[in-house]
C-alpha cells in the first residue's frame, strides 16, 4: 500500500541555522508534491509545490528538493528562526485532472533562540 | 478575502448524538475537502467534490458518515450515530483551477469530542 514517512520525532535546531526535514514515500508515483506549515490549533497552510519533472524549488528562505529516484522530498529553511516553529506535512498528488492529496503525519520544527 | 469557514470550532456531544459540521470554502473554488486528524493516523481525506458532485468518497469510514453540498458555498458532515472513536479534528479545504497540483486552503477545523 502506498506509504508516506515523515520523521516521527521533533526536530530541534538552533536559530540561524538551517532545518532540513524528509519526508519518503514508497509504493507511489506522485506527479507533485505540496509541503504545508501547521500551528496549534489551526489547518494547514500551504508553502511550495514541487512537480516531478523539477529537481529543486526556492521560495525565500524555503527550498525543497524532489528525487524521484530515491523517493524523497527534502525541506530546507535557512537562517531559521524561533516563527518558524511549528509542524511540516508533506503532501504527494496524482496525476490525472483531480487535486487529491495524500499527506504524511508531519514532522515538528523547534527553532530555539 | 474570507477564507474556509468551519462552524462550529469545538462540539462536545455524547455517543449516540448526531453531529453536524459545517464548511464555507472560498469563493470561487470548485473543490472541496473533508479531512480528519487524529495523533493516530495523521491527516485522513474522507471525501471530496468537484462543482458539488462527490467524486471520491473512498475515505468515508463507515455509513454513520455522510457528506453533502448543495450548492458551491456550503457543505456539511454528518456523524449519526456518534462514537467516541469519532473524536477528532475535522478539516475542510477547498482549492481552485482545472489543473491537478492546485494548493488547498484549509479552514481551522471542528475539534469534535464524542463522550
Known amino acids: 500500500s502506498q506509504k508516506i514517512e515523515q520523521n516521527s520525532e521533533a526536530l530541534n535546531i538552533q536559530e540561524g541555522k538551517t532545518a532540513t526535514l524528509t519526508c519518503n514515500y514508497t509504493?507511489?508515483?506522485?506527479?507533485?508534491l505540496q509541503w504545508y506549515r501547521q500551528d496549534p490549533g489551526r489547518g494547514p497552510v500551504f508553502l511550495l509545490l514541487?512537480?516531478?519533472?523539477?529537481k529543486e524549488k526556492r521560495k525565500e528562505r524555503l527550498k525543497v528538493t524532489f528525487d524521484t529516484t530515491l523517493k524523497q522530498s527534502l525541506f530546507h529553511i535557512t537562517a531559521s528562526q524561533p516563527a518558524d516553529s511549528a509542524t511540516y506535512l508533506c503532501?504527494?498528488?496524482?496525476?490525472?485532472?483531480?487535486?487529491?492529496?495524500?499527506f504524511g503525519a508531519g514532522t515538528r520544527l523547534a527553532v530555539h533562540p | 478575502d474570507a477564507g474556509v469557514i468551519q462552524s462550529p470550532r469545538h462540539e462536545v456531544t455524547e455517543m449516540g448524538q448526531e453531529v453536524t459540521l459545517r464548511c464555507k470554502p472560498i469563493?470561487?473554488?470548485?473543490?472541496l475537502f473533508w479531512y480528519r486528524q487524529t495523533m493516530m493516523r495523521g491527516l485522513e481525506l474522507l471525501i471530496y467534490?468537484?462543482?458539488?458532485?462527490?467524486?471520491?468518497d473512498s475515505g468515508m469510514p463507515e455509513d454513520r458518515f455522510s457528506a453533502k453540498m448543495p450548492n458551491a458555498s456550503f457543505s456539511t458532515l454528518k456523524i449519526q450515530p456518534s462514537e467516541p472513536r469519532d473524536s477528532a479534528v475535522y478539516f475542510c479545504?477547498?482549492?481552485?483551477?482545472?489543473?491537478?497540483?492546485?494548493?488547498?486552503?484549509f479552514g481551522d477545523g471542528t475539534r469534535l469530542s464524542i463522550l
Open positions: 479545504a477547498s482549492s481552485s483551477g482545472t489543473g491537478n497540483s492546485q494548493p488547498q486552503h
Open positions: 509504493n507511489y508515483s506522485p506527479a507533485y
Open positions: 514541487i512537480r516531478e519533472n523539477e
Open positions: 503532501a504527494l498528488g496524482a496525476s490525472g485532472g483531480y487535486n487529491k492529496l495524500i
Open positions: 469563493s470561487g473554488h470548485d473543490y
Open positions: 467534490f468537484n462543482n458539488n458532485v462527490p467524486i471520491d
